[in-house]
């Protein structure tokens, strides 16, 4: 099973004026952006900026107020099988194993035998023979195994809201050489970071966000540019 | 569709599989089933005669509320790390879910009330003088009107303040006709005072109408954000 | 309808003040009952404006779930409130009625049991949209709405069957009408009406400046944060 082939210019993720309110609070105010394939965006803003809401609303868990949203010319719904996420919480059930874990997402998506979990679970460094719940696991582990999940069913494009918070040193390095080597296969990564500094010199785009809009998109180190992120 | 059908039986033995890990949850559960068998028993003293005629709504009445504890169970696991999310961002259909819960809530709902319905017998002394062979559609019919709403109702609860109060809250008014079917049911059988087809009939009406109406909505309400 | 609102407001004053009298005054007393049965100009026309409501609420709440307008969210909110008042006129006039002509306070009659059964799945729609986070609210109160509008033919046949194997006095007593009465009934029953529209439409007002405020407060908000 192979991503889809995007020509790395054309831009595969689309948003027009998105607005995203829960009753009183307007947390999207009217976003307007386009991504382009193949590249690693980091996300950035200060708390309350609209940060998850907006990585959200691209993977169709949180419908828009008003506007659009489009992914590979299609409704974020639509698009769930091109599409991996990842959060801050595990999305695992704490009670089962890793492989126990993935084979029920697999079925999820289609994916038959256990092939597929094993190789997924060995790409992020964790044993698939592992028995212990997740429950049990460190939060480093924890976190690989959550990717892991995000990435089982190869999609070609990523959202992961903050994949690396409380994490060890070792398990966020890892994860960021795996995501380098998916950027570098051609799929497209959105993170949302407070800790720029690890994604520095990898990162594609920085695109910064206050107070429900994207306030300014800056070019990161691959580009040539030298703007670096900060916390 | 054999998608459909693989989804959901994953998903069943997945929740039975983890409420096997978490044993404590069922035998909390089955525990407070026996409690309430025993207040209700002390609360209203089964002569022979009378209990006949009450038995039904009692028996009832007990497994409504064994019922809403399982209910809201059931739900809580899948909010716990956010888990329902995976499965929201995944292309598997919004019903594979609704109906893998609410076969799960059957089970689990059934077996309190295998547990419940003996020690009803046996404290009330029980004896069917009506056919006794029609309980039966009664009681999956009854569990069933039960669980279909308790499971809906549960998921709209996830979003609300209060979860565990807003279940019962929303599901009591709404199962109505249905408590009232299956006492009845159950109160012509075991006195033999008639027929109880009308009530078994109006029991499968109800189960048609809102398993429809559950599997028409459902998704909306798991999209609800 | 900002202009015709006043008129509409007096005009319904009057109605109401014309069909009390008619109600209090001019109608005759029933032989056996006597003056109390005259409550049963309030008990049953509240009774039909209080399904009314609850048919419009129905109406409403699907058309958000098909055409998700925020006015039809507004309109369901309105009805479900009002329908409630009314019901609860239906409830307690009811005991007061019975009490002092049949010696009870209670029957499990079909009108006052459809109508409590009603009341309670309208309250719980009103607490479910008061307890939950107001991005879902309308769309959650709108299934909702919907299983309960199921749920009343299912309510309405059970309790029917079930007084038919099991007879108890029916408040208000069948037969027939006397034809002044019906007039009476019929008048008072458009006083209601009339009312609850007035009420209704001053209550959606009042909701819709309400959203309004609420999205410039937020909106300031954020305008607040940006500076």
């Known amino acids: 099973m192979s991503a889809p082939e995007i020509p790395a210019a054309a ?18 105010r009217g976003v307007n952006a386009e991504f382009a394939g193949g590249k690693l965006y980091v996300i950035l803003g200060d708390n309350g900026a609209g940060k998850t809401t907006f990585l959200r609303a691209l993977a169709g868990l949180a419908q828009p107020t008003r506007g659009e949203v489009s992914i590979l010319g299609k409704n974020p719904p639509e698009a769930c099988r091109d599409v991996g996420y990842m959060a801050h919480p595990s999305l695992l059930y704490d009670e089962m194993s890793g492989l126990e874990n993935l084979r029920y997402f697999a079925r999820l998506y289609g994916i038959a035998g256990d092939s597929r979990c094993a190789q997924v679970i060995r790409l992020v460094r964790l044993d698939p023979e592992l028995t212990r719940p997740v429950g049990q696991y460190s939060q ?65 785009e920085f695109v910064w966000m206050q107070a429900g809009q994207i306030v300014d998109r800056t070019a990161g180190r691959t580009q040539g540019s030298s703007r670096a992120g900060t916390e | 569709m054999s998608s459909l059908r693989s989804i959901t039986l994953a998903t069943l033995t997945k929740d039975i599989r983890l409420e096997w890990r978490s044993r404590d949850a069922i035998n909390s559960m089955l525990f407070f089933s026996l409690l309430v068998v025993v207040i209700f028993s002390f609360s209203f003293d089964p002569n022979a005669e009378e209990s006949r005629e009450i038995a039904g709504g009692l028996i009832w009445v007990a497994f409504l509320f064994a019922a809403v504890v399982a209910l809201n169970q059931t739900w809580a696991r899948e909010l716990r790390n956010q888990v329902l999310d995976a499965y929201r961002v995944s292309p598997a259909p919004a019903n594979a879910l609704f109906v893998a819960k609410a076969l799960g809530n059957f089970i689990l709902v059934t077996l309190l009330e295998a547990v419940m319905a003996p020690l009803f017998m046996i404290f009330y002394n029980l004896r069917a003088l009506g056919p006794a062979w029609q309980l039966i559609p009664v009681a999956i019919l009854g569990t069933w009107a039960l669980v279909v709403n308790g499971t809906f109702f549960a998921a709209m609860s996830l979003r609300t303040r209060s979860r565990e109060i807003m279940l019962p809250l929303l599901l009591f008014p709404i199962s109505i006709p249905a408590v009232q079917s299956m006492v009845e049911a159950t109160r012509i059988i075991l006195a033999g005072d008639g027929s109880a087809r009308f009530w078994i009939v109006l029991l499968l009406t109800y189960d048609v109408v809102f398993t429809t109406a559950c599997l028409a909505l459902f998704e909306t309400i798991l999209q609800a954000e | 309808m900002k202009r015709a609102f006043p008129i509409l407001a007096v005009l319904t004053a009057l109605l109401l003040t014309y069909s009390t009298y008619q109600a209090l005054v001019v109608a005759p007393t029933e032989r056996t009952m006597g003056d109390v049965q005259r409550i ?86 009103l607490v479910l949209r008061r307890f939950s986070d107001s991005s879902q609210t309308p769309k959650l109160a709108a299934v909702l709405a919907i299983f309960g509008a199921l749920d009343v033919p299912l309510v309405y046949f059970s309790i029917w069957f079930f007084r038919t194997q099991h007879p108890q006095p029916v408040i208000g007593g069948g037969g027939s009408l006397d034809p002044r009465m019906l007039h009476v009934l019929l008048i008072n029953w458009l006083a209601f009406s009339c009312l609850a529209f007035v009420v209704c439409c001053w209550r959606y007002r009042l909701e819709l400046l309400h959203r309004e405020v609420e999205e410039m407060e937020s909106l300031e908000a954020l305008r607040g944060v940006t500076q």
């Open chain 1, 11 to 28: 831009s595969i993720v689309t948003v027009s004026n998105l607005i995203k309110q829960f009753g009183r609070f307007v947390a999207l």
């Open chain 3, 40 to 125: 049963f100009y309030y008990h049953v026309p509240s009774a039909w404006t209080a399904f009314l409501l609850f048919v419009v609420n129905l109406v409403a709440s699907v058309i958000y779930l098909t055409r998700k307008s925020a006015k039809a969210d507004a309109v369901a909110l309105v009805s479900a409130e009002v329908g409630v008042v009314f019901c609860t006129v239906v409830l307690v006039t009811g005991p007061i009625w019975a009490r002092p002509v049949w010696g009870i306070w209670w029957t499990w009659d079909l009108r006052l049991t459809l109508t409590l059964v009603l009341w309670l799945i309208y309250v719980s729609y």
């Open chain 1, 140 to 204: 480093g582990m924890r976190q690989r195994m959550s990717l892991a999940r995000a990435i089982l069913h190869d999609p070609g494009i990523l959202f992961l809201d903050e994949p690396f918070s409380n994490v060890d040193v070792r398990s966020a390095g890892e994860m960021v050489e795996l995501l380098t080597s998916m950027r570098d296969a051609g799929k497209t990564i959105f993170v949302v970071t407070h800790q720029a500094s690890l994604l520095e010199s990898v990162a594609d």
